[in-house]
């Protein structure tokens, strides 16, 4: 047997596939477009590795995505690949479409189609996981209830709603032709090989390169922090005990303003890695001009997988921190490779 993973080079795809094969010797194969966000190198050590298949390509082609599926009639799709960063979907917002609500729509219909051809048994334990966001219920003020599955769509970037609409693909394609599907909605994720232009790897990256810590607003945004490892294990509990046409949100409990998680990240640098001249790296920070159209605040009620999945998460923020940050200061040849011309130019036009 084989699952599917698409956007397995990615950071939470990849993270996924290590920790799946650290665990199953299910061949995983993995369809991944390699754009700037999608690296090799976050899998280089499967490279001989019998269990996995690295294909390049677009889940927006219909023949490499139909061919797939009937090479390797895989008997599950998890779903990760997409256009990821919202600031991205605020300078342009075409990819995000193409990607996330086109792609997605290939996808989904391809699999209609191998599913209709399978076998019984194949059909029947199918599943197809769509990993989705908590963006797309849209902001909370202080105070109001986390996000429950039951919440209405309210998105309000071109990436949430980008991904809103690719979740409701999903749930059009379980009703109207009972295609075998899960959707999921995490909170933020942090961890390895998280790609620094989202705010805990940048500041980290940045802190360490001497240069301002860039923080949109007030700082006082509000974000739940969901350790990635922590997320692979509840997408596994998903696949494994989830119920076909369910939605289930994935958070870690941990909710946390961006100046507390900025200045923890410098606190935890000044021990483990202190500046050459002494003084602390929370001086690095700097108030910018604010992300148009922000979302104040996110929060996760994740009480409906625990009850139904018994998935909770494993890491509280203070450990999931400092292992991330250590992380990076004991991989910053990964950081090199991946911190080249294209993001070094993406700073710039953001920051500058
Ligand atoms: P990422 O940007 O790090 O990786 C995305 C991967 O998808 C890359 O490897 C990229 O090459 C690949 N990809 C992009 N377009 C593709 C296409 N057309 N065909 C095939 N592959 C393509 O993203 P991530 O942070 O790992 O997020 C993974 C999924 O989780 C996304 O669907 C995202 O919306 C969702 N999500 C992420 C977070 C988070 O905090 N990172 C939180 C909630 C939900
Ligand atoms: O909530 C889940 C979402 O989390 C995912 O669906 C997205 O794919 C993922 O990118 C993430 O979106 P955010 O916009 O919350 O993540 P980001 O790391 O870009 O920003 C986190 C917060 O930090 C947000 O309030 C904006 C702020 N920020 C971000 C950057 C990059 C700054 O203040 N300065 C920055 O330079």
Redesign the pocket.
């Known amino acids: 047997m084989s699952i599917l993973v698409t956007g397995g080079a990615g950071f939470i795809g990849a993270n996924f596939v290590l920790d799946w094969l650290a665990q199953h010797d299910e061949r995983v194969i993995n369809l991944d477009k390699l754009t700037y966000a999608g690296n090799r190198q976050n899998l280089a050590g499967l490279a001989d590795d019998p269990r996995y298949i690295f294909i390049r390509g677009d889940i927006g082609d219909r023949d490499v995505v139909d061919s797939l599926l009937k090479i390797y009639q895989p008997r599950c799709v998890v779903h990760f690949a997409a256009e990821?960063?919202?600031?991205r979907s605020i300078l342009n917002p075409g990819e995000f479409i193409q990607t996330n609500v086109v792609g997605t729509f290939n996808l989904l219909d391809s699999v209609r189609l191998y599913l209709d051809c399978a076998d019984s048994a194949v059909r029947t334990g199918f599943r197809f996981i769509h990993v989705s966001?908590?963006?797309v219920y849209g902001t909370l003020d202080a105070g109001a209830p986390a996000f429950r599955e039951t919440d209405n769509y309210l998105p309000n970037s071109p990436?949430s709603a980008s991904?809103a609409a690719s979740d409701l693909l999903v749930r059009a394609y379980c009703h109207t032709y009972g295609l075998p599907a899960i959707t999921t909605h995490?909170?933020?994720n942090y961890g390895p090989y998280h790609f620094p232009?989202?705010?805990?790897p940048?500041v980290i990256h940045q802190a360490l390169a001497g240069n301002p810590l860039?923080?949109?607003g007030d700082?006082r945004?509000i974000?739940d922090w969901l350790y990635v490892k922590d997320h692979c294990a509840a997408i596994r509990c998903v696949l494994a005990s989830g119920r076909v046409g369910e939605t289930y949100n994935i958070g870690g409990w941990n909710e946390h303003s961006?100046i507390d998680v900025i200045t923890k990240i410098c606190f935890l640098l000044d021990t483990l890695r202190p500046r050459a001249d002494g003084k602390p790296y929370a001086g690095q920070i700097r108030f910018i001009k604010d992300?148009p159209g922000?979302?104040r605040r996110?929060a996760i009620d994740a009480t409906k997988i625990e009850a139904e999945v018994g998935w909770r998460p494993a890491e509280t923020f203070e450990t999931g921190i400092r292992k991330t940050v250590q992380w990076y200061l004991d991989h910053q040849d990964w950081v090199g490779n991946v911190v080249n011309g294209a993001y070094t130019r993406w700073v710039e036009k953001q920051y500058l």
């Not at 990821?84 to 600031?87: G, I, K, N, R, T």
């Open positions: 990821s960063h919202v600031d966001t908590d963006e990436y991904k995490c909170s933020n232009e989202k705010l805990i940048l860039p923080v949109y700082g945004q974000r961006n992300r922000h979302d996110y």
